[in-house]
């Protein structure tokens, strides 16, 4: 009776599974027909199971555009692998055909929206996603595929690294890959990389990092070494989100985390960005210069550029942009929360927006450390002005900061040389760049994102070398003496714009931007429309010799 036993709970085991997928991650029963339509992400703990290739195929190319690359080629056997088990060409063939796949990543022509892509997917199911000269033969002919063809790349990573059957051909995988990529990014293509769980070893440490834009599942195991590796070699107990896809956003080596259900959105809406067309728009020319403008006595205005009330970055963003992607990260070592930036759209115009944040309560001041910026601020700033510039979007920069952050990590980080290396970037960036000073406009930390072909100033902000109170310090040997230094340093806007430092100068609501926000951030967005619109009529090489006549006559 026993088989009978047996067969019935096999019978009943293969009914359940029918019924029934199993989280991996909290092991919790979801009804199957639940965990399809969810795209397999659990809804009790939203881990996102792993998809084989052709589901991610589904997910994200347009029914029936998919039209597959190099399928002939197949798994290499440079060694003529053997282990205990048997033969590596043996084992190829085994998982060949148990999966239908011919090697770890399936490449191809697509479509997402209408917009044809080259579209490279890794399935971890084929020997753990791993590297093989085969799979780096596929993604180096995508990348030559998306070159030839003018179109972008995007890869969808899986993969636990490098292939050991093919030893040190397997390494050099990473620098073939590479090599592709740095190609068709060095010829202003975009290359788009999604980082899935888990991405590991040999893929991350090449083309899964050097993405334009890297995003990930939410969850993902992200990383280079193996957690059981690290812990015997450093002796030491990881923390629980060690390399997740949230602990690598913290540190500044992803632009986002972006849900399955939202991901083929997310990459279309990204791809609008690179080289758009701008609308022809009809706005008034840059903001008024200083009649009818001007701010009242220098200390008065120091007050009011402080007024915790005015509109910051993501008051612009919430009222004036019609779409807003964060893009975080410095891809060095972390992400500053009080420099931000990513793709907007302002009045039908797309930009890369970037800008101090400043908070309005103590909590938000302390997340933001003040809108004083680290120098992965700067550095992320300055990784998206080249993006920027590489996509053929106009740069606009909202300066609101009482300075860089004066501290010790700042300072072992480069803080100074994270501000030059900017100055100099801006001052050949090829691209029109706008650049308003909304509230204060603190030294070198406020000069670092600045350097723009139109500099405009709210009316009510400053703009100073120093801060009046470190000033009468230094220069008064009492830092009561703040009114008066305010004054003798000129920093208010209608003494910017005789100096020739400033462009024009932003009207404020009356009694100042904080008391109506939303009539401060509407005047921002005109001011940005106006600006930016003649800009974008001058040709690129024209818009930097301008720009280097601006800055190389200051002080002369
Ligand atoms: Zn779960």
């Not at 992400?41 to 347009?62: F, K, M, W, Y």
């Not at 996603?129 to 063809?149: H, K, Q």
């Not at 959105?265 to 200083?290: D, I, M």
């Not at 930390?445 to 120093?466: C, E, F, K, P, T």
Request: aromatic share 6%.
């Amino acid at each position: 009776m026993a088989w009978l036993t047996e067969q019935i709970k096999d019978v009943k085991i293969r009914q359940e599974r029918e019924l029934w997928a199993v989280c991996a991650a909290c092991k919790r029963h979801v009804d199957r027909s639940v965990w399809q339509a969810d795209l397999k992400v659990c809804p009790g703990c939203n881990a996102h199971e792993r998809l084989s290739c052709r589901e991610r195929i589904d997910l994200l190319a347009d029914a029936g555009s998919f039209e597959e690359l190099n399928a002939s080629v197949g798994v290499r056997d440079p060694l003529a692998f053997a282990d205990d088990s048997g033969s590596y060409a043996d084992k190829a063939k085994a998982t060949a055909a148990k999966t239908g796949l011919g090697e770890a990543v399936v490449t191809g022509l697509a479509r997402m929206d209408g917009r044809p892509v080259v579209l490279g997917i890794m399935d971890f199911r084929f020997m753990g996603g791993s590297l093989g000269s085969g799979t780096g033969e596929r993604i180096l002919l995508a990348a030559e595929a998306a070159l030839e063809r003018r179109l972008p790349l995007i890869l969808v990573s899986a993969s636990g690294g490098a292939r050991m059957h093919e030893g040190i051909v397997s390494l050099m995988q990473m620098a073939r890959t590479c090599a592709a990529i740095a190609r068709l990014q060095e010829a202003g293509l975009p290359y788009l990389s999604v980082l899935t769980d888990p991405t590991t070893g040999g893929v991350s440490a090449s083309y899964a990092m050097v993405g334009d834009l890297n995003i990930a599942e939410p969850k993902s195991l992200i990383g280079f070494a193996g957690r059981r590796v690290i812990e015997q070699t450093i002796k030491q107990k990881l923390p629980d989100d060690f390399q997740t896809a949230e602990y690598l956003l913290e540190h500044g080596f992803l632009d986002g985390i972006v849900p399955r259900r939202a991901l083929k959105a997310w990459l279309v809406n990204a791809l609008s960005y690179y080289r758009p067309v701008q609308p022809q728009l009809k706005v008034a020319p840059a903001a008024p210069a200083a009649g009818g403008a001007v701010a009242g006595p220098p200390w008065e205005t120091v007050q009011l550029a402080r007024q915790a009330g005015r509109p910051t970055i993501r008051d612009t963003i919430a009222n004036c942009c019609d779409d807003f992607v964060e893009l975080h990260g410095d891809r060095l070592f972390g992400d500053d929360h009080g420099l931000i930036g990513g793709f907007a759209t302002i009045g039908g115009l797309r930009v890369m927006l970037i800008g101090h944040q400043k908070g309005k309560t103590v909590e938000e001041n302390i997340a933001v450390n003040f809108g004083m910026a680290n120098p992965e601020g700067y550095r992320k700033a300055l990784r998206l002005m080249r993006l920027a510039e590489r996509y053929g979007l106009p740069v606009v920069s909202l300066v609101d900061t009482p300075g860089a952050y004066p501290g010790l990590d700042a300072e072992a980080r480069g803080q100074a040389e994270a501000i030059a290396r900017n100055l100099t970037v801006m001052a050949t960036l090829r691209t029109p760049f706008v650049v308003i000073v909304t509230g204060e406009g603190g030294s070198g930390g406020a000069l670092g994102i600045a350097v723009g072909d139109r500099v405009l100033m709210l009316q009510n902000a400053v703009y100073s070398v120093i801060s009046p109170e470190g000033c009468a310090s230094i220069l008064w040997r009492d830092g009561k003496k703040a009114p008066e230094a305010a004054a003798a340093l000129k920093i208010t806007a209608g003494e910017l714009l005789k100096l020739g430092i400033i462009d024009g100068i932003v009207p404020e609501p009356a009694g100042g931007a904080h008391l109506d926000p939303k009539a401060a951030t509407a005047a921002i967005k005109l001011a940005i429309l106006g600006a930016l619109t003649p800009l974008l009529e001058i040709p690129v090489e024209t818009l930097v010799e301008q720009r280097y006549a601006k800055f190389s006559g200051m002080g002369r």
